[in-house]
Structure formats: structure tokens, C-alpha cells
């Protein structure tokens, strides 16, 4: 575990974790090559690792989430089609219209219970491949669900879903960047998931401590086309097993540990509960969003206590348990919102200005996290 030079507690998002001291002396020890040749043999290894993990025939190592879930949309999502997702989903919101932009899909958004799809909703928002009718290629769901609070995905919920979509005939896919804590906090085995849809993305960059790098694991032909497409998005690396060698620790050292996270969570919303029980829903894994709050002014009252926190809305505000903060952390952190929601009061209606959010709270790629 790394520790802030800053002794700030950095609840913001689990993208904010630094490489582990193993992870830092695997990768000053890799054994590389030309991964654009197929030659680096630790990218080979965390690839076949990966895709071992989820029982997959294949696995691409690619920078980031992001390019992982718009190269399975390149792959699974034909342009001119349409793809259904949730609302409030990752790719639908931080992905800065690549969907489109990238790939020449259009999204039809369904609203979900805490992020999660309803299959007859489902079944309802499917069209058919009847001209002039944009036909549905792909369903995409999101576990865990970053903007609902870290929700998982029932495995039930799922393979209802994953029947809807085979008696369509359409691809279902999983942005899992967190499905490892979905799978943790739910007790199933990775390889359940990945038997319940045709691709699927993790990330070994944020709980689990490596530096960077995403992992998409599907089909074999699904993968190979994804590997032309990487190219073409700029996304092969050439001596990448530095990188990989860390995402290996990572598989290997940091899975287990992530109860300790969703735990850390628990206590957090424990301290919401005691003073705001209405601005705080079911926490499963490692995030914890607290509503009807004026989140600017929480993040900032929060930083005067040296505690960082993000604002996902002008009411709504998240914390992100990770390696890097430990139970003591933890405890000072909860204390510290003890102080400021027993002093400030719940949001009414109509409460911030979203321009005044915008205005205070400026860019910040934590809202990708």
C-alpha cells in the first residue's frame, strides 16, 4: 500500500491508486518485446491470464477502459445500428460521443433501477432490421455501475438479459471495469460472467493498483478484429509488458483484498446514515454516492478536513474506497463527514445551479473514473 506524500485521504476515485512496491520491481524486471509483432512475452502472459480469468477463448491488453468499450462497440455494434444501454452508463456519459463519433452507432438509453436494466424493458426497446428502422445490434450493461453507487448485477438478472438478447439475436456486452468487485462482493466466479455475454472489459487500473491498462476478453475472432482496431484507434504499444508485468501482480495480489475495500465503504456510509439516512442508498462494493447534497460545498468542507471527494452532480456526491486508503483512513474520513452533513442541511428541490456545479467544480477526468 502507497501512502500520500500529502497525507491527504484521496477518496475521489480508485483511478487515483499508485503501483504497488512488487508491481514496481516487476516491471523494472519485465521481460519485453514487440507486442505489435506478438513478441512481448508478458503481454502474453497477462492476456492469457485474462482471459483464463473469465473463461474466455482470448484477451487484448489495451491503455484504458474507454478504448476497450469502444473497440467492442466496433466490433459488435455494426454503424447504422443501434445499441441500448442505461442512462446513466459509463459509455453513454464519459466517453465523449466516441460511440458515435468512433464507431456510428446511436444510443437508445433506458432508465435503470439503480443502473441496472430491466429485461422486459429490454424487450420492449429492441428494433428490428426493418428499413427505415435502426436496428438494435447490442445490449451493453454496466457492473459494477460506476454513476449508481458501485449497483451489481444479479447473475439471475443477467441471464435473463442474456436470453432476451440470444432470442433477438443481438450481442450482449459487459463494461466491466469493476466487474471484479461485482464479483467479489456477489461471491461468482469470474467465469460466470464472462459465459453470459460475447465481450467483456476489466480494468487492472484502478482498485486492483497498476498503473494503466485494460483488458478486453471475448471470442477469438472477436478479439482479433479488436486487435486491427486498436491499431487503427492508436492503441498498440510496442514494449508493453513493462506495463503488463504490473497487471499481473495486480491479478495475482490485489483481487483478494477487495472485501477490505467494500468494507472501508460500509463504514463510510455508516457515517452518512447517521446524519443524513435519506441521502444514502444500498452500498455493495467500494462506492459510496450520498444525495441531496450540495456537493461542491461537501467536497470542499471535506477537503478543509484533508479529505478529498468527488462531485458526480450538483447533488450528489461520491466517495471511492481503494488500496491506498486504510481502515484508519477511513474512520478520520467519516468522521469528517459526520461534521459537515451535522451541520449542513439536506438539499430542497431545485437545489444548485448546474451552471453554478459547472462553475465551481471545472473539467476533471474523475468523472471517468
Not at 42 to 49: D, M, P, S
Amino acid at each position: 500500500m502507497s501512502v500520500s506524500p500529502t497525507g491527504l485521504i484521496d477518496l475521489r476515485s480508485d483511478t487515483v491508486t499508485k503501483p504497488t512496491a512488487r508491481m514496481r520491481s516487476a516491471m523494472a524486471d519485465a521481460v519485453v518485446g514487440d507486442d505489435v509483432y506478438g513478441e512481448d512475452p508478458t503481454v502474453t502472459r497477462l492476456e492469457e491470464a485474462a482471459a483464463e480469468r473469465f473463461g474466455a477463448q482470448a484477451a487484448l491488453l489495451c491503455p484504458s477502459g474507454t478504448m476497450c468499450n469502444q473497440l467492442w462497440l466496433r466490433v459488435l455494434a455494426p454503424p447504422g445500428t443501434e445499441v441500448v444501454i442505461e442512462s446513466d452508463a459509463h459509455i453513454v456519459n464519459y466517453e465523449a460521443g466516441a460511440g458515435a463519433m468512433l464507431g456510428g452507432v446511436q444510443f437508445r438509453t433506458l432508465a435503470g433501477q439503480r443502473g441496472l436494466l430491466d429485461p422486459d424493458d429490454v424487450v420492449e426497446a429492441l428494433r428490428p432490421d426493418v428499413f427505415p428502422l435502426t436496428p438494435t445490434s447490442l445490449v451493453c450493461v454496466e457492473n459494477t455501475h460506476n454513476r449508481r453507487g458501485g449497483s451489481v448485477y444479479p447473475v439471475e438478472r443477467l441471464r435473463a438479459l442474456r436470453k432476451v438478447t440470444a432470442d433477438a439475436g443481438v450481442a450482449l456486452y459487459m463494461d466491466g471495469a469493476r466487474v471484479l468487485n461485482a464479483a467479489a462482493a456477489h461471491g461468482v466466479s469470474p467465469d460466470t460472467y464472462g459465459g453470459l455475454v460475447d465481450g467483456l472489459m476489466f480494468c487492472v487500473s484502478k482498485a486492483l493498483s497498476a498503473p494503466v491498462g485494460s483488458l478486453m476478453v471475448g471470442t477469438a475472432d472477436g478479439i482479433a478484429e479488436a486487435r486491427e482496431w486498436r491499431r487503427r484507434y492508436g492503441g498498440a504499444m510496442r514494449q508493453a509488458g513493462i506495463l503488463a508485468a504490473a497487471g499481473l501482480v495486480a491479478l495475482d495480489e490485489m483481487v483478494e483484498r477487495l472485501h477490505e475495500d467494500h468494507a472501508h465503504a460500509q463504514l463510510l456510509a455508516s457515517a452518512v446514515a447517521d446524519v443524513h439516512p435519506a441521502g444514502i442508498g444500498p452500498v455493495e462494493t467500494n462506492i459510496v454516492t450520498i444525495e441531496d447534497v450540495d456537493a461542491p460545498a461537501l467536497v470542499a468542507g471535506l477537503a478543509t478536513h484533508g479529505v478529498l471527494a468527488g462531485a458526480m452532480s450538483p447533488r450528489t456526491a461520491r466517495l471511492v474506497t481503494h488500496p491506498d486508503v486504510s481502515g484508519k483512513d477511513c474512520e478520520r474520513a467519516a468522521e469528517a463527514v459526520r461534521s459537515h452533513l451535522g451541520r449542513h442541511p439536506a438539499v430542497t428541490a431545485g437545489g444548485t445551479h448546474v451552471d453554478a456545479f459547472a462553475d465551481r467544480m471545472g473539467p476533471s477526468s474523475d468523472r471517468a473514473g
